[in-house]
C-alpha cells in the first residue's frame, strides 16, 4: 500500500466520486439486467494503491451512492462492497502475496511464451473478476437482499447469473486493459509519478 498523502487522498476522492457517477448515471440497461462500468475506478484503486485504500473507496462509493440516489443505506451491502474492494485489491494490487504468488506460478506455467507476462495478466484478471462474482454477486449479496428486504432466491438469481455471464469476461478485458495500458501511461503523468 502507497504512504497516505494529500494526493494519494485527492486520487481516492476522485476515484469515489467517479464510482459513484459510473453506478448510477452511466451504463447498459437491458430488460431484465443493468450492466454498470462502476467497477473500473475500483480496479483502478485495487491495482494502484492496493487492498485497503480500495476497499475504503469501494464502501465510501456505496455508501454516498446509496445516500444520494436510493435514500437509504443498507450497511450490509456496503460491508459487501468493502469486501469486493479488498478482495480486488489482494488479487489485482502487485505488492500483495497473493498477487505476487500467482504471477510466479504463472510465469512458471507459461515459461516457453514470449506473451508469459500477458497470459499471466489475463488469468489474474480472470481470477479476481471470477472470486468476485462467486463470492459477492451471486452468494453474500443474494443472501443479504433476501434477508433483508425478503425477496425470494428465483427473483434474485435469474439477473444475477445472465449477468455474471455477461461481466466475467468484460471485466476480464478492462482489467488486463487498465494493468497493461492505463496505469503504465498514468505513471508516465506528473499527477501519477510521485504518488
Known amino acids: 500500500m502507497k504512504k497516505l498523502n494529500t494526493k494519494m487522498l485527492a486520487i481516492c476522492g476522485i476515484l469515489t466520486a467517479m464510482t459513484v457517477v459510473l453506478a448510477e448515471f452511466i451504463g447498459i440497461n437491458l430488460p431484465m439486467i443493468q450492466i454498470s462500468f462502476n467497477f473500473i475506478p475500483i480496479v483502478f484503486a485495487a491495482m494502484y494503491l492496493g487492498p485497503i485504500p480500495c476497499c475504503i473507496i ?3 462509493a456505496d455508501f454516498i451512492g446509496a445516500l444520494l440516489f436510493q435514500g437509504s443505506v443498507n450497511p450490509f451491502i456496503t460491508i459487501i462492497s468493502a469486501l469486493m474492494g479488498l ?5 489485482l494490487y502487485g505488492g500483495s502475496p497473493i498477487n505476487k504468488g500467482l504471477k510466479a506460478l504463472l510465469l512458471k506455467v507459461f515459461h516457453n511464451s514470449k506473451n508469459s507476462e500477458k ?5 489474474i484478471a480472470f481470477i ?3 472470486v468476485d462474482i462467486i463470492a459477492f454477486t451471486l452468494i453474500l449479496t443474494p443472501i443479504t437482499l433476501h434477508l433483508y428486504y425478503n425477496l425470494s432466491y428465483a427473483v434474485i438469481y435469474a439477473p444475477r447469473v445472465l449477468k455474471a ?3 466475467l469476461p468484460l471485466e476480464t478485458v478492462v482489467i488486463f486493459l487498465i494493468g497493461s495500458q492505463l496505469i503504465p501511461r ?3 503523468t506528473s499527477f501519477l509519478k510521485k504518488v
Open 165 to 167: 455471464l455477461i461481466m
Open 58 to 60: 469501494a464502501a465510501l
Open 119 to 123: 497470459f499471466a495478466a489475463v488469468i
Open 186 to 188: 498514468l505513471k508516465k
Open 87 to 91: 478482495s480486488y485489491g489482494i488479487f
Open 128 to 130: 479476481a473478476v471470477l
